[in-house]
């Protein structure tokens, strides 16, 4: 392999002979280490992330099934989903808990933000609080929230008994199913967006806010003109990756109700896992995924391109 | 008292908040609190509500241990843990050194390239990854063009090889190399250390806040993750803490929740207090990379 060196200086020509070969030498010892670091994780990247994200788009246009090669059938896959009213309905369920699920979290995650921002007493411990679920699994979230949701002997109903409302069947109720796992999406989402948005209140400049209160402004002003704008950015950050994560909502919902009650939960990722791994519809299935993919590549590459001043890329 | 009211208006906004804050952070936990609660009671303790156990089963933790495999559940997530993590420590810092602080023909194309790949949602990959590890060429019967077996599906490769390397590690490296100053690796080139050698013993430790962020995130999500081993394995003795937790959760009928909430604590716990002593590589991992949530 012959790497050549990055850009000579100028004065190259000048320099004496043996130092300009050692520099060379050097140069291209660097390169050469550099390709024997870089290339294992790239080889690896390639053949188990890049392969299959490409392979993904491919069987999109196949009848294949996991047994066997499928034939090349064009869009067919894609018209067949556009009149599938199970994926249709998996889709807007999924576009339904996205809309319930990210802006709900979004601002409580904001107004926590804002708070443990200020000095107060114990704003470690109220940090951890916040971010726990986040770092605990899924599966032991969704079963101990499938126990809270226990129509018989669940917290659930006690709440509600305790505020005098009558009690639900939560995830056995078709029409309670869906709200019932929002709130847990929003529960298990909401400390990693408080760490975002407390990340950005903590680079906003305390001169400003000092400056504005010096002018008089309240601190409600102070927070509407100051904070506000300067977490514009940030905002549209959290927006985009907390669209992108609702739409991957699985393990939740296989766990707790596993698509029912009578597909009351059947939301994008199930329905791609059913269709593969269940019916056996690699082609079709792949189909749903490319759909999924664009939806979620569009926002999140919006997302980083909102932040890449912020990281100098 | 005019002049005491300004001091103590900011006060009273300061308990209101605390107490506000307190209230959500109570609801943050309460899930985990009756958790816990729930696995200390005795199995027909649970046919109605309550806060409180009766008295303290603890036995209920080694039942449960004997009620299903967990305690193989948990001897599989150790080792999809430490087999995950220790190339991924290898190979991702490696490549995010090698992308931040040596010369390479087009290093930036290819950082664009890892970028691209990290907005992959796994989600994705699944069904084609599956593909991919069953046709792996010579093994489980495949032939060299990966025909005629079932590859790799159902051993521990499938569970530990996809994820040795990740961009998103690659990614978090080479923010951090990128910052350290290349004149200590020019230094050591003049005392005639190898290049590899300079990484090894010279830039490498001075990263160790990146390995140390780069292991937390892997560790959570090695231990965390459920989607692929469901896929991709079929026999009991390799699937993980997460399968076992959610096999004994659907137990059709009869849950016997002071059991499964005993595991979930088991569950759960080694990651609250991962989190709890690396918080601060935790959250400087994610206001690099804002993943998850």
């Not at chain 2, 307190?22 to 985990?32: H, N, Q, S, T």
């Not at chain 2, 009766?54 to 080694?62: E, K």
Request: net charge positive.
């Amino acid at each position: 392999m012959t790497v050549e060196t990055l850009e000579r200086p100028v004065g190259a020509a000048a320099d004496e002979r043996p130092d300009r070969r050692r520099r060379g030498g050097v140069e291209r010892a660097k390169a050469r280490a550099g390709w024997l670091l870089l290339a294992p994780a790239l080889l690896h990247s390639v053949i188990f992330i890049a392969l299959p994200g490409l392979m993904a788009v491919y069987l999109s246009f196949t009848n294949a099934r996991v047994a066997g090669q499928g034939t090349w059938i064009g869009l067919q896959n894609y018209v067949d989903l556009f009149a599938d009213a199970q994926f249709l309905s998996a889709l807007k369920r999924t576009l339904l808990y996205t809309i319930a699920v990210v802006p709900v979290a979004m601002a409580l995650s904001l107004v926590v933000a804002v708070g443990l921002n200020q000095k107060i007493p114990g704003r470690a411990l109220f940090r951890t609080l916040f971010y726990v679920p986040v770092v605990t699994s899924s599966v032991a979230v969704a079963a101990v929230w499938l126990w809270i949701y226990n129509p018989a002997a669940g917290l659930g109903n006690q709440v509600l008994s305790f505020f005098g409302l009558a009690r639900s069947g939560w995830l056995t109720d078709p029409d309670v199913a869906l709200p019932a796992l929002m709130v847990v999406g929003v529960w298990q989402g909401l400390g990693a967006k408080m760490i975002i948005y407390l990340a950005a209140l903590q680079s906003i400049s305390p001169d400003l806010i000092e400056a504005a209160t010096l002018d008089g402004a309240s601190r409600w002003q102070t927070f509407w003109n100051v904070t506000w704008p300067g977490l514009a950015p940030v905002h549209f950050f959290v927006l985009v990756t907390s669209i992108a994560s609702s739409f991957q909502v699985f393990d939740l919902v296989y766990v707790t109700t596993g698509g029912g009650p009578a597909n009351a939960t059947n939301v994008l990722t199930f329905d791609i896992f059913t269709n593969a791994f269940e019916r056996l519809h690699i082609g079709y299935a792949s189909a749903e995924t490319v759909i999924m993919l664009v939806f979620v590549g569009i926002l999140i590459s919006l997302g980083r391109l909102s932040l890449r001043d912020r990281e100098g890329l | 008292m005019s002049s005491v009211a300004p001091a103590s208006r900011p006060a009273v906004g300061k308990v209101l908040l605390v107490v506000v804050l307190a209230a959500g952070g109570f609801l943050m936990i309460v899930p985990f609190l009756w958790m816990i609660l729930t696995s200390f009671k005795s199995l027909n303790e649970v046919n109605s509500f309550s806060w409180l156990p009766d008295r303290i089963a603890l036995m209920n933790y080694v039942d449960a241990l004997r009620a299903a495999p967990f305690a193989m559940y948990f001897r599989n997530s150790l080792i999809v843990v430490v087999g995950q993590t220790i190339p991924v420590l290898l190979l991702s810092t490696a490549a995010g050194y090698a992308l931040a602080q040596l010369p390479l023909r087009g290093s930036r194309g290819i950082l664009t390239c890892f970028i691209i790949l990290l907005i992959v949602p796994f989600q994705v990959l699944i069904v084609p990854l599956f593909l991919v590890v069953r046709r792996i060429p010579l093994a489980g019967g495949n032939d060299i063009l990966g025909q005629g077996g079932t590859g790799w599906l159902n051993t521990w490769a499938a569970l530990i090889v996809p994820f040795i390397s990740a961009p998103l590690f690659t990614f978090l490296a080479r923010q951090f190399f990128v910052s350290l100053p290349a004149e200590l690796a020019d230094a050591a080139r003049v005392d005639g250390v190898s290049e590899i050698g300079i990484f090894v013993r010279i830039m490498a430790p001075l990263a160790t806040p990146a390995f140390v962020t780069i292991t937390l995130f892997n560790v959570e999500s090695a231990w965390n993750g459920f989607i692929w081993p469901l896929v991709a394995t079929s026999s009991e003795s390799l699937r993980p803490l997460q399968f076992g937790l959610a096999t004994f959760a659907q137990g059709q009928g009869s849950v016997q929740w002071p059991f499964l909430m005993a595991m979930s604590a088991l569950a759960t716990l080694p990651m609250i207090l991962l989190f709890v002593f690396g918080q601060r590589y935790f959250i400087a991992g994610m206001a690099t990379s804002g993943i998850k949530g």
